[in-house]
């Protein structure tokens, strides 16, 4: 029996978003944008993951990333483009995601490899990108010679095509930025301390967002989802999933669960390992 597609982009997403991921937590990440003389962490975070996009200024990057306070994208944008251009930029997050990779895809046969390169990459290429700015940048990318390379980089289109489509169902919910946040936090399955510290967000602007949550049902006095706002998270997890389902359409049933057999067990040794901790504040599930 075939199964849906939303659930087939789901399962897609659990099993590919460790690869994508790993390279955050890794002390390979700070020490490159040192390198590049950057401040630290939090400007190369954004200039790497915007970097396909040219030299943006702040405004439009807030955007991207409504779940980070205005500021924080602020304080990285536009000077990280002093210290290193965008195309400097774009190739030390590929060098940087080879080398974290390299460990755990070292352990997988190559021709399984090769196999799960060209199937993300065909469901990369399935994909629409309107209203996807991250997504269609890196899609824009030119495909490294490096297979550990050609993999981490056809997983971060797909990563970034759900997770514009994420951003697009929380707005569509009447959600803001760190709505959403708190509301993730309130599902109790990571810490408000966690969430807050990882993404800026100061205790007046949480507190005004529980307020607001709670006028509207979706939080109750404890702070954790009512029974409404339960039910809004999972229309958002399902329209997120919809939204999704391109890479689906492009390989099918059979190609996707091909490529979750291979990278599944991949994403597994992350999480083993301690490459990726969990709980973790960016949402990275363990498959």
């Given at each position: 029996?075939?199964?849906?597609?939303?659930?087939?982009?789901?399962?897609?997403?659990?099993?590919?978003?460790?690869?994508?991921?790993?390279?955050?937590?890794?002390?390979?990440?700070?020490?490159?944008?040192?390198?590049?003389?950057?401040?630290?962490?939090?400007?190369?975070?954004?200039?790497?993951?915007?970097?396909?996009?040219?030299?943006?200024?702040?405004?439009?990057?807030?955007?991207?990333?409504?779940?980070?306070?205005?500021?924080?994208?602020?304080?990285?944008?536009?000077?990280?483009?002093?210290?290193?251009?965008?195309?400097?930029?774009?190739?030390?997050?590929?060098?940087?995601?080879?080398?974290?990779?390299?460990?755990?895809?070292?352990?997988?046969?190559?021709?399984?490899?090769?196999?799960?390169?060209?199937?993300?990459?065909?469901?990369?290429?399935?994909?629409?990108f309107a209203g996807r700015p991250l997504a269609a940048g890196w899609s824009r990318v030119t495909r490294p010679d490096d297979l550990t390379a050609q993999v981490w980089l056809a997983a971060t289109v797909l990563r970034e095509h759900r997770g514009d489509g994420h951003v697009i169902?929380?707005?569509?919910?009447?959600?803001?930025?760190?709505?959403?946040?708190?509301?993730?936090?309130?599902?109790?399955?990571?810490?408000?301390?966690?969430?807050?510290?990882?993404?800026?967000?100061?205790?007046?602007?949480?507190?005004?967002?529980?307020?607001?949550?709670?006028?509207?049902?979706?939080?109750?006095?404890?702070?954790?989802?009512?029974?409404?706002?339960?039910?809004?998270?999972?229309?958002?997890?399902?329209?997120?999933?919809?939204?999704?389902?391109?890479?689906?359409?492009?390989?099918?049933?059979?190609?996707?669960?091909?490529?979750?057999?291979?990278?599944?067990?991949?994403?597994?040794?992350?999480?083993?390992?301690?490459?990726?901790?969990?709980?973790?504040?960016?949402?990275?599930?363990?498959?």
């Amino acid at each position: 029996m075939a199964e849906p597609a939303a659930t087939l982009a789901r399962r897609l997403w659990e099993a590919i978003e460790p690869l994508h991921a790993a390279a955050y937590f890794s002390p390979h990440h700070r020490r490159v944008s040192l390198d590049l003389g950057m401040s630290g962490y939090w400007m190369g975070y954004f200039a790497g993951r915007a970097a396909p996009l040219g030299a943006m200024t702040a405004a439009p990057v807030e955007s991207m990333f409504f779940s980070f306070p205005a500021r924080r994208v602020a304080r990285a944008l536009p000077e990280a483009w002093v210290c290193a251009d965008p195309a400097t930029v774009l190739q030390a997050r590929l060098a940087t995601a080879r080398l974290v990779l390299s460990e755990y895809l070292g352990q997988v046969p190559r021709r399984d490899l090769e196999q799960l390169a060209s199937y993300l990459e065909m469901a990369a290429d399935g994909c629409h990108f309107a209203g996807r700015p991250l997504a269609a940048g890196w899609s824009r990318v030119t495909r490294p010679d490096d297979l550990t390379a050609q993999v981490w980089l056809a997983a971060t289109v797909l990563r970034e095509h759900r997770g514009d489509g994420h951003v697009i169902a929380c707005v569509h919910a009447g959600l803001r930025g760190i709505d959403a946040v708190v509301a993730h936090a309130a599902t109790g399955t990571v810490t408000r301390e966690i969430m807050q510290h990882n993404r800026g967000w100061t205790d007046e602007e949480w507190e005004t967002s529980e307020r607001r949550l709670r006028a509207g049902g979706v939080i109750d006095v404890s702070g954790r989802l009512t029974k409404n706002g339960g039910a809004l998270r999972r229309s958002i997890e399902d329209r997120t999933d919809f939204l999704a389902a391109d890479p689906v359409t492009a390989v099918g049933q059979t190609g996707i669960e091909d490529i979750i057999a291979i990278a599944a067990p991949i994403s597994r040794r992350l999480f083993d390992s301690g490459a990726i901790p969990l709980p973790n504040p960016v949402g990275v599930p363990r498959p």
